[in-house]
Protein backbone atom coordinates (compact mmCIF):
# COMPACT_ATOMS: atom_id res chain seq x y z
CA UNK A 1 0.00 0.00 0.00
CA UNK A 2 1.46 3.47 -1.18
CA UNK A 3 2.07 5.82 1.89
CA UNK A 4 0.49 9.53 1.06
CA UNK A 5 1.96 12.39 2.28
CA UNK A 6 0.34 14.36 5.49
CA UNK A 7 -1.29 17.54 4.73
CA UNK A 8 0.64 20.60 5.37
CA UNK A 9 3.55 18.84 5.99
CA UNK A 10 7.20 20.85 5.45
CA UNK A 11 10.19 19.39 4.17
CA UNK A 12 13.68 19.74 3.34
CA UNK A 13 13.07 21.54 0.27
CA UNK A 14 11.05 24.25 1.26
CA UNK A 15 12.65 24.86 3.95
CA UNK A 16 15.06 28.12 4.09
CA UNK A 17 18.19 28.31 6.17
CA UNK A 18 19.43 24.91 6.20
CA UNK A 19 22.79 24.99 7.71
CA UNK A 20 25.42 23.85 5.64
CA UNK A 21 27.55 21.30 6.41
CA UNK A 22 31.21 21.57 4.89
CA UNK A 23 33.92 19.02 5.57
CA UNK A 24 37.24 20.08 6.77
CA UNK A 25 38.84 17.24 4.55
CA UNK A 26 40.62 18.57 1.14
CA UNK A 27 40.96 15.29 -1.04
CA UNK A 28 44.05 15.68 -3.16
CA UNK A 29 45.07 12.61 -5.06
CA UNK A 30 47.17 14.36 -7.99
CA UNK A 31 50.41 12.05 -7.30
CA UNK A 32 54.16 13.56 -5.49
CA UNK A 33 55.98 10.55 -5.62
CA UNK A 34 59.25 11.64 -7.98
CA UNK A 35 61.00 8.16 -8.35
CA UNK A 36 64.30 9.85 -10.51
CA UNK A 37 64.78 12.40 -8.28
CA UNK A 38 64.48 10.67 -5.47
CA UNK A 39 66.96 8.37 -6.30
CA UNK A 40 70.23 9.94 -7.92
CA UNK A 41 72.84 12.08 -6.16
CA UNK A 42 72.63 15.76 -5.16
CA UNK A 43 75.19 18.42 -5.57
CA UNK A 44 75.36 22.01 -5.66
CA UNK A 45 77.55 24.11 -8.34
CA UNK A 46 77.82 28.08 -9.03
CA UNK A 47 77.14 28.21 -12.68
CA UNK A 48 74.23 28.33 -14.88
CA UNK A 49 76.95 26.19 -17.09
CA UNK A 50 78.80 23.43 -14.96
CA UNK A 51 81.03 21.01 -16.47
CA UNK A 52 82.42 17.67 -15.17
CA UNK A 53 84.81 15.17 -17.27
CA UNK A 54 84.15 11.64 -17.96
CA UNK A 55 87.42 9.13 -18.72
CA UNK A 56 87.82 5.35 -19.93
CA UNK A 57 90.14 3.08 -19.82
CA UNK A 58 91.87 1.09 -22.91
CA UNK A 59 90.67 -2.23 -23.82
CA UNK A 60 91.99 -5.19 -22.26
CA UNK A 61 94.49 -6.63 -24.13
CA UNK A 62 94.94 -10.37 -23.44
CA UNK A 63 98.39 -9.69 -25.94
CA UNK A 64 100.02 -7.29 -23.81
CA UNK A 65 103.37 -9.23 -23.68
CA UNK A 66 106.85 -7.86 -23.83
CA UNK A 67 110.15 -9.23 -24.76
CA UNK A 68 113.07 -9.42 -21.65
CA UNK A 69 115.46 -6.92 -22.20
CA UNK A 70 113.66 -4.74 -24.85
CA UNK A 71 113.29 -1.33 -24.76
CA UNK A 72 109.98 0.37 -23.69
CA UNK A 73 107.86 2.83 -26.23
CA UNK A 74 105.00 5.16 -25.16
CA UNK A 75 101.34 3.58 -25.09
CA UNK A 76 98.76 6.10 -27.12
CA UNK A 77 97.06 7.72 -24.11
CA UNK A 78 94.09 9.89 -24.49
CA UNK A 79 92.06 12.49 -22.18
CA UNK A 80 89.05 12.79 -20.28
CA UNK A 81 85.54 14.27 -22.03
CA UNK A 82 84.47 16.77 -20.38
CA UNK A 83 80.80 17.27 -20.28
CA UNK A 84 78.22 20.45 -19.54
CA UNK A 85 74.65 20.87 -19.05
CA UNK A 86 72.44 24.22 -18.65
CA UNK A 87 70.17 25.09 -15.74
CA UNK A 88 66.77 25.32 -15.82
CA UNK A 89 65.14 28.37 -13.47
CA UNK A 90 61.44 26.84 -12.69
CA UNK A 91 58.76 28.30 -10.26
CA UNK A 92 55.28 28.92 -9.33
CA UNK A 93 53.83 32.35 -7.97
CA UNK A 94 50.60 32.36 -5.73
CA UNK A 95 48.59 35.88 -5.32
CA UNK A 96 46.04 35.50 -2.70
CA UNK A 97 43.95 38.89 -1.94
CA UNK A 98 43.78 39.79 1.91
CA UNK A 99 40.26 39.11 1.40
CA UNK A 100 40.85 35.77 0.42
CA UNK A 101 42.85 35.07 3.63
CA UNK A 102 40.60 36.93 5.90
CA UNK A 103 37.54 34.43 5.52
CA UNK A 104 37.14 31.29 7.32
CA UNK A 105 37.77 28.42 5.03
CA UNK A 106 37.01 24.83 5.31
CA UNK A 107 40.33 22.75 5.36
CA UNK A 108 42.76 25.06 5.73
CA UNK A 109 43.46 27.66 8.36
CA UNK A 110 45.36 30.04 5.83
CA UNK A 111 44.56 30.44 1.76
CA UNK A 112 47.93 31.59 1.81
CA UNK A 113 49.59 28.64 3.40
CA UNK A 114 48.04 26.30 1.95
CA UNK A 115 48.17 27.56 -2.21
CA UNK A 116 51.81 28.15 -1.15
CA UNK A 117 52.18 24.26 0.10
CA UNK A 118 50.11 23.09 -2.78
CA UNK A 119 52.51 25.07 -5.52
CA UNK A 120 55.76 23.47 -3.82
CA UNK A 121 54.21 19.76 -4.51
CA UNK A 122 53.52 21.26 -8.07
CA UNK A 123 57.12 22.55 -8.88
CA UNK A 124 58.60 19.23 -7.53
CA UNK A 125 56.36 17.59 -10.24
CA UNK A 126 57.45 19.72 -13.07
CA UNK A 127 61.27 19.53 -11.83
CA UNK A 128 60.77 15.42 -12.00
CA UNK A 129 59.28 16.14 -15.74
CA UNK A 130 62.53 18.09 -16.42
CA UNK A 131 64.85 15.59 -15.69
CA UNK A 132 63.22 12.77 -17.37
CA UNK A 133 62.36 14.50 -20.53
CA UNK A 134 63.94 13.93 -24.20
CA UNK A 135 64.72 17.87 -24.25
CA UNK A 136 68.16 19.30 -26.10
CA UNK A 137 69.91 21.56 -23.73
CA UNK A 138 69.52 25.43 -24.66
CA UNK A 139 72.18 27.68 -23.78
CA UNK A 140 69.50 30.62 -22.94
CA UNK A 141 70.06 34.39 -23.74
CA UNK A 142 68.15 37.64 -22.88
CA UNK A 143 64.93 36.55 -24.36
CA UNK A 144 64.92 32.98 -24.38
CA UNK A 145 65.07 30.73 -21.16
CA UNK A 146 67.92 28.16 -20.76
CA UNK A 147 66.70 24.53 -20.53
CA UNK A 148 68.49 21.50 -19.42
CA UNK A 149 69.13 18.04 -21.41
CA UNK A 150 66.74 15.34 -19.63
CA UNK A 151 68.38 11.90 -18.84
CA UNK A 152 66.60 10.88 -22.09
CA UNK A 153 68.83 13.08 -24.05
CA UNK A 154 71.72 12.06 -23.21
CA UNK A 155 71.86 8.23 -23.76
CA UNK A 156 73.85 7.36 -27.08
CA UNK A 157 75.68 4.24 -26.40
CA UNK A 158 72.86 1.54 -24.91
CA UNK A 159 69.98 1.96 -26.66
CA UNK A 160 66.95 -0.10 -28.76
CA UNK A 161 64.92 2.29 -31.13
CA UNK A 162 62.16 1.92 -33.01
CA UNK A 163 62.53 2.37 -36.94
CA UNK A 164 63.43 5.82 -37.84
CA UNK A 165 64.50 6.72 -34.10
CA UNK A 166 68.27 7.93 -33.62
CA UNK A 167 70.68 8.64 -30.67
CA UNK A 168 71.03 12.33 -29.28
CA UNK A 169 73.93 12.98 -26.80
CA UNK A 170 76.53 15.39 -25.82
CA UNK A 171 77.65 16.96 -28.94
CA UNK A 172 81.34 17.97 -28.26
CA UNK A 173 81.62 20.73 -31.23
CA UNK A 174 78.95 22.22 -29.58
CA UNK A 175 78.90 21.50 -26.10
CA UNK A 176 74.74 21.05 -26.48
CA UNK A 177 72.87 17.87 -25.42
CA UNK A 178 71.16 17.14 -28.71
CA UNK A 179 67.47 15.76 -28.11
CA UNK A 180 67.06 11.78 -29.80
CA UNK A 181 64.49 11.35 -32.23
CA UNK A 182 61.52 9.13 -32.32
CA UNK A 183 61.40 5.57 -34.04
CA UNK A 184 58.47 3.59 -34.97
CA UNK A 185 56.51 2.81 -31.98
CA UNK A 186 56.45 -1.10 -30.93
CA UNK A 187 55.52 -3.73 -27.88
CA UNK A 188 57.66 -3.31 -24.88
CA UNK A 189 58.89 -7.20 -24.80
CA UNK A 190 61.83 -9.05 -22.69
CA UNK A 191 63.89 -9.82 -26.61
CA UNK A 192 64.05 -5.64 -26.67
CA UNK A 193 64.96 -5.29 -22.60
CA UNK A 194 67.79 -8.23 -22.23
CA UNK A 195 70.34 -7.16 -25.37
CA UNK A 196 70.26 -3.46 -23.64
CA UNK A 197 71.01 -5.01 -19.91
CA UNK A 198 73.77 -6.60 -21.39
CA UNK A 199 75.47 -3.89 -22.91
CA UNK A 200 75.41 -1.23 -20.21
CA UNK A 201 76.72 -4.21 -18.06
CA UNK A 202 79.51 -5.08 -20.38
CA UNK A 203 80.34 -1.10 -20.43
CA UNK A 204 80.54 -1.36 -16.58
CA UNK A 205 77.70 -0.09 -15.32
CA UNK A 206 74.86 -1.36 -12.93
CA UNK A 207 71.79 -1.06 -13.77
CA UNK A 208 69.93 -1.84 -10.92
CA UNK A 209 66.44 -0.03 -11.90
CA UNK A 210 64.27 0.19 -14.74
CA UNK A 211 61.63 3.13 -15.36
CA UNK A 212 58.76 2.65 -17.27
CA UNK A 213 54.93 4.62 -17.54
CA UNK A 214 51.72 2.17 -15.99
CA UNK A 215 51.10 0.54 -19.54
CA UNK A 216 54.41 -0.80 -19.72
CA UNK A 217 54.91 -1.57 -15.89
CA UNK A 218 52.18 -3.76 -16.38
CA UNK A 219 53.97 -5.26 -19.37
CA UNK A 220 56.80 -5.72 -17.85
CA UNK A 221 54.96 -7.75 -15.15
CA UNK A 222 54.47 -10.24 -17.53
CA UNK A 223 58.37 -11.11 -18.36
CA UNK A 224 59.86 -14.44 -17.39
CA UNK A 225 62.74 -13.17 -15.53
CA UNK A 226 60.41 -11.52 -12.95
CA UNK A 227 60.74 -13.30 -9.80
CA UNK A 228 57.76 -14.68 -7.87
CA UNK A 229 56.71 -12.87 -4.81
CA UNK A 230 54.86 -14.06 -2.39
CA UNK A 231 53.35 -12.14 0.91
CA UNK A 232 54.48 -13.84 4.06
CA UNK A 233 51.59 -14.82 6.10
CA UNK A 234 51.77 -15.55 9.66
CA UNK A 235 49.43 -18.38 11.08
CA UNK A 236 48.22 -21.05 8.41
CA UNK A 237 46.95 -18.71 6.16
CA UNK A 238 47.90 -19.38 2.46
CA UNK A 239 50.78 -17.12 0.85
CA UNK A 240 49.57 -14.48 -1.41
CA UNK A 241 51.02 -14.16 -4.36
CA UNK A 242 51.95 -10.46 -5.70
CA UNK A 243 50.20 -9.27 -9.27
CA UNK A 244 53.35 -6.27 -9.04
CA UNK A 245 56.27 -7.36 -10.95
CA UNK A 246 58.78 -5.15 -8.40
CA UNK A 247 62.14 -6.93 -9.17
CA UNK A 248 63.59 -8.83 -12.76
CA UNK A 249 66.40 -11.04 -12.53
CA UNK A 250 68.37 -11.14 -15.63
CA UNK A 251 71.55 -12.67 -15.88
CA UNK A 252 73.78 -9.68 -14.81
CA UNK A 253 71.83 -9.06 -11.17
CA UNK A 254 68.44 -8.01 -9.80
CA UNK A 255 66.67 -4.71 -11.09
CA UNK A 256 63.70 -3.16 -9.65
CA UNK A 257 61.24 -1.71 -12.16
CA UNK A 258 59.76 1.15 -10.68
CA UNK A 259 57.13 3.04 -12.29
CA UNK A 260 57.47 6.73 -12.85
CA UNK A 261 54.19 8.95 -13.83
CA UNK A 262 56.27 11.76 -14.76
CA UNK A 263 58.62 10.46 -17.35
CA UNK A 264 58.54 9.36 -20.73
CA UNK A 265 56.06 6.82 -21.16
CA UNK A 266 57.05 5.70 -24.48
CA UNK A 267 60.45 4.63 -23.32
CA UNK A 268 61.83 2.09 -20.75
CA UNK A 269 64.77 3.76 -18.83
CA UNK A 270 67.48 1.63 -17.84
CA UNK A 271 69.80 2.91 -15.35
CA UNK A 272 72.68 3.09 -12.88
CA UNK A 273 71.31 5.93 -10.29
CA UNK A 274 75.01 6.60 -9.28
CA UNK A 275 75.55 8.19 -12.25
CA UNK A 276 73.57 10.91 -11.90
CA UNK A 277 73.13 13.82 -10.29
CA UNK A 278 71.15 16.73 -9.93
CA UNK A 279 73.34 20.03 -9.19
CA UNK A 280 71.34 22.94 -7.74
CA UNK A 281 72.29 26.59 -8.44
CA UNK A 282 69.54 27.77 -6.29
CA UNK A 283 67.94 25.15 -4.52
CA UNK A 284 64.19 25.07 -3.49
CA UNK A 285 62.59 28.84 -1.94
CA UNK A 286 59.73 30.36 -1.17
CA UNK A 287 60.12 34.46 -1.45
CA UNK A 288 57.85 37.07 -0.58
CA UNK A 289 57.45 39.69 -3.10
CA UNK A 290 56.79 43.05 -2.95
CA UNK A 291 52.97 44.01 -2.08
CA UNK A 292 51.37 46.24 -5.13
CA UNK A 293 47.86 46.56 -3.51
CA UNK A 294 45.26 44.56 -1.86
CA UNK A 295 46.90 41.11 -1.77
CA UNK A 296 49.96 39.02 -0.57
CA UNK A 297 52.29 37.65 -3.23
CA UNK A 298 54.89 34.50 -2.56
CA UNK A 299 56.90 32.98 -5.72
CA UNK A 300 58.78 29.48 -5.02
CA UNK A 301 61.86 28.74 -7.50
CA UNK A 302 64.42 26.25 -8.30
CA UNK A 303 67.41 26.39 -10.64
CA UNK A 304 69.03 22.83 -11.18
CA UNK A 305 70.75 21.04 -13.81
CA UNK A 306 71.38 17.67 -14.53
CA UNK A 307 75.02 15.83 -14.69
CA UNK A 308 75.04 12.50 -16.78
CA UNK A 309 78.67 11.49 -15.23
CA UNK A 310 78.70 8.74 -17.40
CA UNK A 311 75.68 8.03 -19.94
CA UNK A 312 77.10 4.53 -21.17
CA UNK A 313 76.19 2.90 -17.63
CA UNK A 314 73.13 3.19 -18.67
CA UNK A 315 70.51 2.72 -21.57
CA UNK A 316 66.61 2.90 -22.86
CA UNK A 317 64.31 0.54 -24.70
CA UNK A 318 62.84 3.52 -27.11
CA UNK A 319 59.80 3.61 -28.67
CA UNK A 320 57.54 1.67 -26.75
CA UNK A 321 53.69 1.42 -27.15
CA UNK A 322 51.83 3.15 -24.49
CA UNK A 323 48.14 1.33 -25.07
Known sequence: MAESLFTG????????????????VITNISPTETPFYSL????????????WQKDTLA?????????????????????????TNYVQLQDKTIVVSDTANAVDTAGRSSEL????????QELKRDMEAALT??????????????????????METNT???????DGGFNTSTNIVDAATDGTQRAFTEALLKPVIKSVWEAGGDPSVIMVGGFNKQAASGFSGIATQYRENRGRSQAV?????????????????????????????????????????QPFKTMPLARTGHAEKRMLKVEHTLASLDEAANGVVADLTTS
Open 9 to 24: TLQTFDVVGIKEDLSD
Open 40 to 51: IRKAKTTSRNPA
Open 59 to 83: AADGDNKQVEGFDVEGDTLSDPTRL
Open 113 to 120: KYQTAKAG
Open 133 to 154: RNNASVVGNASTAGELAGCLTW
Open 160 to 166: DRGVGGA
Open 241 to 281: ILGAADVYVSDFGEHRIIPNRFCSARDAYVIDPSKWQVMML
